[in-house]
């Protein structure tokens, strides 16, 4: 099956539908998500999203924030565009439906979170992901001009390879002529031709056995440009969200907002003792890659599985209206967060780096565009600052929309695209050889490229992940395509990726760090 678009969206996550409800009004957009329209990360989102809205707050103060959380590393231009550009798209959010909560006095209701110098961040209690996920996909459910393909898995990106032709990825010609598209209802591959392409796949949590994302993140659009020869970045700047609840065999690991610490929670070992600032004087509000690192060396110096979140000094009438998610969690868990410590561990969340993209989302393949956590902006740098993945989403959905629609009476959908070859390939006979590999490729970088690398790690994490790499090939070329086999290629692929850049960068800086290079300074130094 054939079919032709004018965009082609990967994706239902805040990017994927803020930019199809853009691109709406300007011509014909089919968008693919490879379950259900509403599973995303966004809609897991807790702490909200970060602009400046009232005074003392200034574009400046957020701008400083969000270099410095960066370690030298982030785009000033870009961090300065963003926050800027916030504002509006935020206004856009609240235009398409998105409640955002507000006091009193009808002003919105700014929490904190690590690394802010203010209260700025937006949110609806601690489900702010889901209060967006749901207005968006409700307004693009509703919209004339788009097309929504649930359980609909994009495979890879068509390019001049597909005709026979030499792509490089240092040529700068390499179009983007759609996307081969597993039906997972059917199991047929079908041939998605557009004029313009978003990737907008988010990230790729799954890489690690203890992750806050969903089962979709699985790094499929990074695996996917990589493959085309699009340039990838910045892929060794893994953010490990510092407090993830730690209950044992709970996949995903749910998520204790950093806005919790905001309000006042304090981090502490389990023997009820504070120590956040032996290590940075911000204490449990510091940047999240020195709060996730000092956490792994107690829970090390301690032999302890988890530290412990103490909200028992707040109060808590106050605490259970502001985080009735979580205060519902861990009651089922028998956690009263009024007077119980709650148990939590560092869990991947977020990959900083991605699809290189310029200042309009616009990757360095033609017609092919990268919103949202999938790419990498230069926003950033090594480390993120909590809450602005979702005001970088937004801002980056609008410039690649205005940019796109630009181009779109520029651009023919081409017709001479090979559909997809099945020819000789069977199904799997043992399903037991992909999940078993699954396991392997997330216990490889949960042991050896975590929050703490060093060289000897990050070697044989390497030769590990080289062996499954050819077993997973060879299955790929002689297997009728399932969801979980090409999950496992890309999972392989963004592995390979994020080790080959942690071994090329000779420092600690922000996320990466290795006991090769050791951080010279005052409070980084452990
Ligand atoms: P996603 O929301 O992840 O959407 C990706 C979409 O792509 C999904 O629909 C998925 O099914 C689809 N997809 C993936 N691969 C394929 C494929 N091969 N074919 C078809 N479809 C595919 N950030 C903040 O700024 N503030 C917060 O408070 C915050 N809290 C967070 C809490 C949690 C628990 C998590 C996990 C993340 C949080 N983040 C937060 C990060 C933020 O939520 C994400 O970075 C952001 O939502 C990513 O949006 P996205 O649109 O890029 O991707
Ligand atoms: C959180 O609520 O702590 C997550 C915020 C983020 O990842 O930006």
């Known amino acids: 099956m054939i079919k032709e678009t004018d965009f082609l969206v990967i994706g239902s996550g805040i990017a994927g539908l803020s930019f199809a409800l853009k691109v709406a009004e300007h011509g014909k957009v089919v968008l693919i998500s490879k379950t259900n329209l509403e599973e995303s990360n966004t809609k897991y989102a807790q702490g909200g999203i970060a602009a400046v809205t009232y005074k003392p707050d200034n574009f400046e103060k957020h701008v400083q924030d969000t270099l410095i959380a960066g370690d030298g590393l982030c785009n000033k231009e870009v961090v300065e565009m963003v926050v800027r550009e916030a504002p509006a798209q935020i206004q856009q959010l609240i235009d398409w439906g998105v409640d955002f909560d507000q006091n009193e006095s009808g002003k919105y209701d700014l929490g904190k979170e690590g690394g802010h110098s203010e ?13 967006i996920q749901l207005s968006l996909v409700d307004k693009v459910k509703n919209h004339k001009n788009i097309e929504v393909l649930e359980n609909h898995f994009a495979v890879d990106i068509i390019t001049q390879h597909h005709l026979g032709k030499l792509v490089k990825r240092s040529h700068n010609n390499t179009e983007c002529y759609g996307a081969y598209v597993l039906d997972l209802k059917t199991d047929k591959v079908n041939t998605f031709l557009a004029k313009t392409t978003l990737i907008s796949t988010g990230g790729t949590g799954n890489l690690y056995d203890t992750t806050t994302n969903p089962k979709i993140a699985t790094g499929d659009g990074i695996a996917m440009v990589y493959r085309a020869k699009g340039i990838i970045e910045n892929m060794e700047f893994i953010q490990f969200h510092p407090t993830s609840l730690y209950n044992p065999g709970e996949k995903p690991s749910f998520l204790i907002t950093e806005a919790l610490r905001g309000f006042g929670a304090i981090l502490k070992t389990t023997d009820s003792s504070e120590f956040m600032k032996k290590y940075d004087k911000r204490g449990s509000l510091a940047p999240r890659d020195i709060v996730a690192r000092a956490i792994d060396h107690e829970m090390k110096i301690t032999g302890n599985d988890h530290v412990i979140l103490d909200c028992s000094h707040l109060d808590p009438e106050k605490l259970k209206d502001h985080f009735p998610n979580i205060s519902e969690k861990c009651k089922s868990l028998g956690i009263d967060i009024t007077k119980d410590p709650i148990p939590v561990i560092p869990a991947a969340h977020y990959m900083c780096g ?3 993209v310029d200042e309009n989302g616009a990757s360095t393949i033609n017609q092919l565009y990268a919103v949202g956590e999938v790419s990498s902006t230069g926003l950033h740098g090594a480390n993120r600052l909590a ?15 205005k940019d796109s629609i630009r ?12 559909e997809w070859d099945a020819h000789g390939t069977t199904y799997p006979e043992e399903m037991i050889m992909i999940t078993q590999n699954y396991k392997e490729v997330q216990q490889i970088m949960s042991n050896y ?45 963004v592995g390979y990726l994020i080790i080959k850049m942690a071994k090329d960068l000779h420092e600690s800086r922000g996320l990466h760090y290795t006991i090769d290079y050791p951080k010279k300074g005052l409070i980084s130094e452990f």
């Open 119 to 131: 209260n700025r961040v937006l949110h609806s209690k601690d489900k702010t992901g889901e209060e």
């Open 407 to 418: 181009r779109l009476n520029q651009i023919r959908i081409h017709s001479q695209i090979p």
């Open 387 to 401: 809450s602005n993945s979702l005001s970088e989403a937004v801002v980056y959905a609008n410039r690649a929309a």
């Open 449 to 493: 490229v975590g929050i703490v690398r060093s060289n000897l790690r990050l070697e044989r994490a390497l030769k590990r992940l080289a062996i499954i790499y050819k077993e997973t090939e060879e299955l790929y070329e002689k297997s009728i395509l399932s969801q979980k086999l090409c999950e496992l290629r890309n999972l392989i692929n």
């Open 354 to 356: 991605g699809i290189k």
